[in-house]
C-alpha cells in the first residue's frame, strides 16, 4: 500500500489516516479507501498495465468532455496504481435492490433507472468526440476479431461445461454468419461495452459511471441491450419497454432513427451479448469459483429463453442448440415451491434449538453442550484480518468499523452464502424430521472480528427465516444471547 499512500499524500499533502480494502466484483482490481480527515479517494491496484492505461487515458478524456465519470488524480509511472474520485458505496443495483430482488420497482427506482439510460448517448457521442481510440484495450474497435472472441468465450467456457454435444463445423458457420450480421453498417460511437447497472454508482441522487476501461469503438446496440437486458436485474417488460423509449428519446438530438429498424438490429445484439454474458458467468463463476456469477446464470438463462421466442433464421444451428441449452434440467426454471409460505407454517418450529457460537482456534473449538457430538465448524481464517490494523484491534466483529471492513473488502460475502446454502440444507432436514438440535461455530485467530461478524450475521438469518430458537455465543467476548 505504500505506492497509494505515496498517490494519496501527493494530491492532498497529507498521509492517509486509514486504507480500507474494498469489496471487489467480476475484476481483479484491487479497490481501496484512502482517508484523511475529509478527504477520500479511491486507490487502485491493476494487475494489467494495459487495461490501467486504458482507463486512465479514457478517464481524462471524459473529463474534458465534462462526463459523469470519476477522475484520474493520480498514478505511478509503471501504470499500476492510481487514484481516482470515491463516488461512495452504492452502486445503482444497490440503489433498487429492493425492485431487483421483488420485480416491484417504486418510483424513485424507476426514475433514477431512466435518469440513467438518458446519459448513455452523451456517453456514446460525446464520449467519441476526438477520442484516440488507440488508447482502447485489448481491441480499438468492435470488429470481426472482437465477435468472434466473444462467441469462442461463450463456447469454451459455458456450452463445453454442460456436456452438450455439438458440431463445430456448423457452430462455427453460424457464428461466421452472425459476425457479418453485426458488423454490417459502421459505427463512430464510443461502446462502453460494460454498460450494466452494477458499474453506474448513486451519489447525491445522481448517476456516475464507472470500469469502462474496456470500451472501443462500436455500435450503440451493444450498451442498450447491456443495460436494459441485464441478467441479475431483474427488471419487468413494462420497465424494460420505458427504459427503451427513454433511451430513443435521448438519441434523437444525436442521431435520426427509425425505431422499427432499431430494434430489429437491437434483438441480434441481445442475443449476442446473452451469448457473451453466459460465456462471463461461466468462466468467472465455474473457473473462477466466484458465487456471484454463478448465482446469475439462472437468470441469463431466462432472458435467453424469452430472446429465442423471437425468429433468428440466419443461426439455424445455434439456435437449435439454444433451445437445448435452455431445455436443460440444471437451468429448468426455479417454482420457488419453498419460499410461498413462510417455514414456520410448514414445519413445527418449536422443538429445534440451533446453536451458533464464534471462537479463537488458539482456545480450541467449541464443545457441543447438547451432548449429539457437534455440527458444522467454520475457518474464518481466509478472510482478510481487521486485527492486523492497529485502529480495529480495540473492536470486535459487532462494531460498524470492522463489519464495514470485511464488506468491503469482497471475502466474507461469498464465504457466508456458501455457509447460508449449508444452514438451509440442513435445518430444512432438521425440521423434517423434528430434530431438536443443531450446531454452527465460527473460528478465527482472536475470536474477536471475523469470527463474531459471521456467528453473528449466520444467527440472525437463521432466526429471521425459519423463526426457530437461536443461542448465540461469542465465547472470547464473554457474549451470550437468545435470538
Known amino acids: 500500500m505504500e505506492e497509494l499512500s505515496r498517490l494519496f499524500e501527493q494530491i492532498t499533502t497529507r498521509k492517509p489516516e486509514t486504507i480500507v480494502p474494498l469489496k471487489g466484483a467480476g475484476s481483479n482490481r484491487a479497490y481501496y479507501r484512502l482517508s484523511h480527515k475529509h478527504e477520500q479517494f479511491i486507490g487502485v491496484v491493476g494487475e494489467s498495465v494495459e487495461e490501467n492505461k486504458a482507463f486512465i487515458a479514457l478517464a481524462q478524456h471524459f473529463a474534458t468532455m465534462h462526463l459523469p465519470t470519476p477522475r484520474v488524480l493520480g ?43 438518458s446519459f448513455l448517448p452523451q456517453l456514446q457521442f460525446e464520449g467519441a468526440s476526438n477520442l484516440d481510440f488507440s488508447c482502447c484495450y485489448p481491441q480499438s474497435e468492435f470488429d470481426r476479431n ?21 458440431l463445430e463445423p ?47 469503438k462500436g455500435p450503440i446496440y451493444y450498451d442498450v441491450a447491456s443495460f436494459v437486458w441485464q441478467a441479475k436485474a431483474n427488471y419487468p417488460p413494462e420497465l424494460k ?11 434523437k438530438p444525436y442521431q435520426a432513427i427509425d425505431e422499427g429498424v432499431f430494434n430489429q438490429k437491437l434483438q441480434l445484439f441481445l442475443l449476442f451479448r446473452s451469448l457473451q454474458v453466459l460465456g462471463a458467468y461461466g468462466f468467472r463463476g465455474y473457473f473462477e469459483q466466484k458465487p456471484h456469477f454463478i448465482d446469475s446464470i439462472p437468470f441469463a438463462i431466462q432472458n435467453l429463453r424469452e430472446l429465442l421466442k423471437n425468429d433468428f433464421s440466419n443461426y439455424p444451428y445455434l439456435i437449435e442448440l439454444l433451445h437445448t441449452l435452455c431445455d436443460l434440467p440444471t437451468f429448468a426454471p426455479a417454482t420457488h415451491a419453498v419460499t410461498q409460505a413462510p417455514v414456520s407454517k410448514q414445519y413445527d418450529t418449536s422443538k429445534l434449538v440451533v446453536t451458533v457460537t464464534s471462537f479463537s482456534y488458539k482456545k480450541g473449538i467449541p464443545e ?10 467454520f475457518d474464518c481464517r481466509g478472510v482478510h484480518n481487521p486485527g492486523r490494523y492497529e485502529n480495529y484491534k480495540v473492536l470486535t466483529g459487532l462494531d460498524k468499523p470492522v463489519i464495514d471492513f470485511l464488506e468491503q473488502g469482497g471475502e466474507i460475502q461469498p464465504f457466508l452464502e456458501a ?11 432438521y425440521l423434517t424430521r423434528g430434530f431438536s438440535s443443531l450446531m454452527f461455530a465460527f473460528g478465527c485467530t482472536g475470536g474477536q472480528h471475523r469470527s463474531v461478524y459471521s456467528a453473528q450475521q449466520l444467527a440472525e438469518y437463521i432466526a429471521k427465516k425459519y423463526g426457530v430458537k437461536v443461542k448465540l455465543t461469542h465465547r472470547e467476548q464473554h457474549i451470550t444471547k437468545e435470538l
Open 75 to 117: 498514478f505511478t509511472t509503471d501504470y499500476l496504481y492510481y487514484i481516482q474520485d470515491d463516488l461512495g458505496n452504492i452502486s445503482l443495483f444497490d440503489y433498487c435492490s429492493e425492485g431487483i430482488n421483488t420485480g416491484i420497482f417504486s418510483e424513485k427506482e424507476k426514475l433514477l433507472l431512466l435518469n440513467t439510460i
Open 146 to 166: 472482437t465477435v468472434m472472441w466473444d462467441l469462442n468465450y461463450f463456447k469454451y467456457n459455458f456450452l463445453k461445461t454442460t456436456g452438450l454435444a455439438f
Open 170 to 216: 456448423q457452430l462455427e458457420a453460424d457464428f461466421e454468419q452472425m459476425a457479418c450480421d453485426l458488423l454490417q453498417e459502421p459505427a463512430h460511437t464510443f461502446m462502453y461495452r460494460d454498460f450494466q447497472a452494477r458499474n453506474v454508482m448513486i451519489k447525491n441522487e445522481e448517476p456516475y459511471f464507472i470500469d469502462f476501461q474496456g470500451g472501443r
Open 241 to 251: 419497454e420505458a427504459l427503451l423509449k427513454q433511451y430513443l428519446k435521448a438519441l
Open 368 to 377: 457441543d453442550p447438547s451432548g449429539n457430538g457437534g455440527g458444522y465448524v
Open 419 to 429: 455457509v447460508y446454502k449449508l444452514a438451509d440444507a440442513h435445518i430444512q432436514d
